[in-house]
């Protein structure tokens, strides 16, 4: 028997599709017999199926027609049962029951799946809760009005409710793009007061800001470079398409929104949005005024570089050399008076002049030793007393030369081990490490993927001269599920590579993927649901186990224990043959 909801499914769709268009958030609508109604990103291939043991907070909703917001989904109460209690995917999640007549007869959810989302979300939630009971009195209205026939002067309605206090400026434009409707911030961006019966004539740049498209926007004879998407929400003639866009500036000024005290900061090169990276952005701000060491670690590939770039940049040594330094890269007959220098003299045959070293060319500013764990134990005894003495001696030289430097060590090794092996000194370990980072490898942070991966392809884009329109969303089920052992740098190359191989289309495709890529990451699937299934056989064993413990071996306690199990006591005999319990 279809449901109210089920009856109205279209507007349903058409509501959660230009409410998630409209808030950069998924959303999900449930009936009452916890059937998804409509659903986008991750939920739109779960229309018309059940959600009977994945929807505890709706069910919660439908039985006590409150509304709920679960600020750390898999940690609330509701979620105890859940099987995803504890490693919940989810970042926040706000549920609103949709009523007619007194009874509820589904749910309407909104759902982050990433802190900026959820940020976003937290910053304004009045106003989002607002909208949330605004578009369930509105399915509700459409349930009781008609359960046939789609008013399109409701859905007309709705999206002038939802759009005029979004902080996004959100333009309706008709088939041949005159301005239906725009809200309060797009009046403001593009400097109209009636947009109505204006021409708006909208065309993609080819570059991307994050995920967002970029457009060239000409309307009056002025021309705007707006950053959002474009998308056609078949509402008839007048109701078309829908833009949602910011300035470029304001998207670039939120991309590097670092700083607690809001110093003009940028970190040029590193990308990402996820909490492990904004909050070593944070730490980096905090301590890069001060004149610590510091010891960066993380896998190869990892940037740690750039970070150490980073730190120079926003302290304020900025406007004196950074000079990095390869430990391993140097050969150890040559590190000393490459770090060092040496004198006049010091050297015979074809380079007889003296020279400044690192140290030296470093002075006022900063040094950066990479592959710290490299170095030869002789010369972490000298590097320690340049730490200790603020002082360096070149090569053949008896005379000091005091120096001013900040040093940021790097390595991708486990120092604390090369101690035990007597292979690094104790002491210059905890010289170094006074300000610890650590990195988190790229498969840590895989939110970020899609961020780096559309700079990169941007990059070489214009590098080879070619067209980008986009990137094929199949190729995210390979590249958010591969490992990248090699981080930062193994993408980068990647991207490059399929840059390359991409056709004049200036799509990139899964055909243009490394062979590498998609072999280990469906190997990666095989093995993770081999890993399930054994997990699965493993908790089951282990249940029937702990039964039968409770009730005993005898036939009458095999029976209560198969009750207990709701399984048929044929069952419960076959499993423990299957298990071998019999012993």
Request: proline fraction near 2%; hydrophobic fraction near 35%; charged fraction near 25%.
């Amino acid at each position: 028997m279809s449901t109210v909801l089920k009856k109205i499914q279209d507007t349903a769709i058409k509501c959660a599709d230009i409410l998630s268009q409209v808030l950069g958030v998924d959303v999900e609508i449930v009936d009452s017999t916890f059937v998804r109604i409509a659903g986008t990103g991750k939920y739109k291939d779960g229309i018309n199926k059940s959600m009977e043991n994945q929807g505890h907070v709706y069910n919660r909703v439908l039985k006590t027609g409150e509304r709920y917001t679960i600020t750390e989904p898999g940690k609330h109460e509701i979620c105890l049962e859940c099987p995803n209690y504890n490693t919940c995917i989810e970042k926040f999640e706000m549920c609103v029951p949709i009523n007619l007549n007194n009874q509820v007869i589904g749910v309407i959810g909104l759902i982050c799946f990433n802190d900026y989302q959820k940020d976003k979300i937290l910053s304004n939630i009045d106003t989002y809760s607002v909208f949330l009971e605004q578009i369930s009195d509105l399915i509700s209205a459409k349930a009781s009005e008609s359960i046939k026939n789609e008013n399109l002067a409701t859905m007309a309605s709705l999206l002038k409710i939802i759009t005029d206090e979004i902080g996004e400026g959100v333009v309706i434009l008709d088939k041949n793009y005159y301005i239906s409707h725009s809200n309060k911030k797009a009046n403001e961006i593009l400097n109209i007061y009636d947009g109505s019966s204006l021409k708006m004539n909208v065309e993609f740049t080819g570059n991307y800001l994050l995920e967002d498209q970029e457009f060239r926007v000409l309307i009056k004879g002025e021309e705007y470079f707006l950053v959002g998407s474009v998308s056609d929400i078949e509402m008839g003639e007048k109701y078309r398409y829908i833009f949602t866009f910011n300035e470029s500036k304001t998207i670039k000024n939120k991309i590097n929104r670092l700083t607690d005290n809001g110093e003009d900061i940028v970190f040029d090169n590193i990308l990402g949005t996820s909490s492990k990276i904004m909050n070593i952005k944070k730490k980096i701000l905090k301590i890069a005024k001060s004149i610590s060491t510091v010891l960066i670690t993380g896998e190869s590939g990892s940037g740690k570089e750039m970070f150490a770039r980073a730190i120079h940049k926003a302290s304020d040594r900025r406007d004196e050399a950074f000079i990095p330094v390869n430990c391993g890269a140097i050969p150890e007959n040559l590190l000393e008076s490459e770090l060092f220098g040496y004198v006049k003299g010091a050297f015979t045959g074809a380079d007889p002049k003296g020279r400044e070293g690192k140290f030296e060319l470093a002075n006022k500013g900063t040094i950066f030793l990479d592959e710290i764990g490299d170095m030869p134990i002789h010369m972490q005894v000298k590097l320690l007393r340049v730490i200790q003495e603020k002082e360096i001696t070149r090569l053949g030289s008896n005379t000091s030369v005091k120096v001013d430097i900040r040093i940021i060590a790097a390595t991708n090794k486990d120092l604390e081990e090369l101690i035990n092996e007597d292979k690094f000194r104790e002491d210059l370990y905890y010289r170094l490490s006074v300000i610890p980072i650590e990195l988190p490898p790229l498969r840590d942070r895989i939110e970020d993927i899609k961020i780096i991966t559309y700079n990169f392809a941007n990059k070489y884009c214009k590098l080879f001269n070619k067209k980008f329109i986009g990137i094929d969303g199949d190729i995210w089920n390979y590249m958010l599920k591969y490992d990248w052992p090699g981080n930062i740098r193994e993408l980068q190359n990647t991207v490059e590579f399929m840059i390359n191989m991409m056709d004049s289309s200036g799509i990139m495709t899964k055909e243009a993927l490394p062979k590498k890529i998609m072999k280990k990451t469906k190997q990666n699937v095989i093995n993770s649901q081999n890993n399930e299934m054994l997990n699965l056989k493993q908790i089951e064993k282990q249940t029937i186990k702990n039964a039968l413990y409770a009730y005993g071996t005898s036939t009458e306690g095999k029976r209560l224990a198969a009750i207990k199990l709701g399984i048929g006591i044929a069952t419960l005999y076959r499993k423990i043959e299957e298990y071998k319990l019999n012993s």
